[in-house]
């Protein structure tokens, strides 16, 4: 069967996808309407009992505002309780005209209101008018509230209600839990303080209970600063603000005051459960029947682009696919196999051809290289016979000759390109004595390299180039007391040759532009190039990179009017 039905055949199977997406808007459909519905009802339980806190609320600001109303004799309770601010103490009569007049302003407030426990007020002159209604909660006769944080408090909110409790409060006769409801009253005139008025009720002041329409599902908490005032707990909540809970919150009249609820969702849709369970069954169960089919045929049909991915991943290099039994196939798979397998066997031509190409190119790059380098010592030394001959007729001649016989024999010598190190000592000594009868002995020559190292292989024809670069460069053609030296040292697996001069050394500019010339990366353009600043430094780096690695080669150190010492560094090739 051909590759393209074979996908045909999963497009069809993919007709899971609109059974899907049906069940998901069904699902959520129903979902958002139970949601709005528990919403709504949530939000019209939130706006009765709101309502309910806030009337309890406007009851007791009424009472703070009965406070100023003149009565029949036209003196309001503030009024009266200036006689309490001054430094003249009242009388035992005027103590109790005061908790008349009190009990007058406020005996209508505490008919219509079975929650308040009893009116206090709290004179500046500390004697307390007022008394408890019910549960024994009259202040004891020695207490003085000017020292409690209560008062404090609501001395400093300056007219605003503050909220005590709900606890037990020590300075009342009866130790049962309670809320008080604190407010300073002021002379509207002069706003001199007057005293703490405190309304102190029951905590069902505020009972939400009567008008939770939904007990069994929702909780109805009036908080104050997170902390809890009162709470309406239903059955099915053991915790307010549980992760199943749908949670409102609302804020009171009175500030810091705020109403929270919160609906146990998973009761109310208890209702709903079976048709929800019904779709989500059926739809599961469609998506598992269509998910296996899709698995199996999504296997048989990806199984060959799997093994030939595996093969393109392969670390080792090793690509082949002709042994694969889907090679050769007559669909779209056998031709994917077949150009693959094409493709890696020219690629492995290709590679072949090139890595010969870049041998031939190499080698014959190096001998190019050794080529310039002898040809350019060959046409000073011979200039520097002929000039001598020419003027002299001595025997140093005959030394100059034999001495270029064998550093020409030395340097197309191609049995090998490694050499042990006492050749190449031999090749730039037979230089040196030509150039010290060159130059008069104008300059003097040391080797100090210890016998063991003498036998290391290294590289042909690296050390007599750096020479001669020290001769005419270094020494500048020979002054009295010039010196070149020659050692070597071992570290580890490596070997150092050092070329040093005491000549006229470098400025650190041109000693940067010839390190910055040594660090770029060799390339096969630019072997057998001449540079015209160095007498085959950058070439013999070159060379060393390219045979041995670009961890080896040479470095350059120097000093104007202190000299010049080049070292190479190359891998210890015993034997």
Avoid at 206 to 214: G, S
Avoid at 291 to 298: G, V
Avoid at 507 to 524: I, S
Wanted: proline residues 3%; negative net charge.
């Amino acid at each position: 069967m051909k590759l393209q039905k074979k996908f045909f055949l999963i497009f069809l199977l993919i007709s899971i996808i609109p059974i899907f997406i049906f069940s998901i808007y069904t699902y959520t459909r129903y979902t958002n309407l139970i949601e709005k519905q528990v919403t709504q009802s949530a939000e019209n339980l939130m706006d009765v009992a709101s309502f309910q806190a806030n009337y309890t609320l406007s009851n007791l600001e009424h009472i703070v505002e009965a406070m100023y109303l003149p009565k029949e004799d036209h003196v309001s309770m503030v009024d009266n309780l200036k006689k309490y601010a001054g430094r003249t103490q009242p009388t035992d009569y005027d103590i109790y005209l005061s908790n008349e007049k009190l009990n007058s302003t406020c005996q209508d407030f505490i008919y219509f209101s079975p929650y308040i426990n009893g009116i206090f007020l709290f004179t500046p002159s500390g004697n307390i008018l007022g008394y408890g209604y019910g549960n024994g909660i009259n202040i004891s006769h020695d207490y003085d509230p000017t020292l409690d944080s209560w008062y404090q408090e609501s001395r400093a909110l300056e007219g605003s209600t503050y909220i005590y409790g709900p606890d037990s409060k020590d300075f009342f006769e009866s130790s049962s839990p309670s809320i008080s409801f604190c407010t300073a009253l002021y002379d509207v005139h002069t706003r001199d303080f007057l005293g703490i008025l405190m309304i102190d009720c029951k905590p069902e002041v505020f009972d939400l209970a009567t008008v939770n329409t939904m007990p069994e599902t929702a909780s109805l908490t009036v908080m104050q600063k997170d902390s809890p005032l009162y709470i309406t707990q239903s059955p099915g909540l053991s915790d307010f603000g549980t992760e199943d809970s749908l949670l409102l919150e609302k804020d009171l009249n009175l500030v810091d005051l705020t109403l929270h609820a919160s609906i146990n969702r998973d009761l109310l849709y208890n209702e709903f459960s079976i048709t929800q369970i019904t779709l989500i069954f059926l739809t599961v169960t469609c998506i598992l029947a269509f998910l296996i089919i899709s698995i199996l045929l999504s296997k048989s049909l990806t199984k060959p682009i799997t093994y030939l991915s595996s093969q393109m991943a392969r670390s080792d290099g090793k690509y082949d696919v002709s042994d694969s039994p889907y090679f050769g196939n007559r669909n779209e798979i056998g031709t994917l196999y077949n150009s693959f397998q094409e493709m890696l066997d020219e690629r492995n031509r290709y590679i072949k051809n090139e890595l010969e190409n870049k041998l031939i190119l190499l080698d014959s790059q190096m001998k190019s290289l050794e080529s310039q380098i002898n040809a350019h010592f060959l046409y000073n030394t011979l200039e520097a016979i002929n000039s001598i001959a020419a003027i002299n007729k001595v025997p140093r001649i005959c030394t100059m000759t034999m001495a270029l016989g064998s550093m020409f024999r030395y340097s197309i010598k191609t049995k090998s390109e490694l050499v042990p190190v006492r050749e190449e000592l031999e090749h730039v000594k037979n230089y040196v004595a030509i150039q010290q009868i060159r130059f008069d002995y104008g300059f003097t020559y040391e080797v100090h390299i210890p016998d063991a190292l003498r036998e290391v292989k290294v590289l042909k024809l690296i050390l007599q180039p750096l020479v001669e670069n020290a001769l005419y460069h270094g020494l500048n053609y020979c002054r009295a007391g010039n010196l070149i030296t020659v050692e070597a040292r071992r570290e580890k697996n490596r070997l150092f040759l050092c070329v040093t001069d005491n000549g006229r050394g470098m400025t650190e500019d041109a000693l940067t532009v010839l390190q910055n010339q040594l660090a770029e990366k060799p390339e096969f353009k630019e072997l057998g190039r001449r540079h015209g600043q160095s007498i085959g430094v950058k070439n013999i780096h070159t060379r060393i990179s390219l045979y041995y690695g670009e961890y080896y080669g040479l470095q350059i150190f120097s000093k104007i009017g202190q000299g010049t010492m080049v070292q190479i560094t190359l891998p210890v090739m015993d034997g």
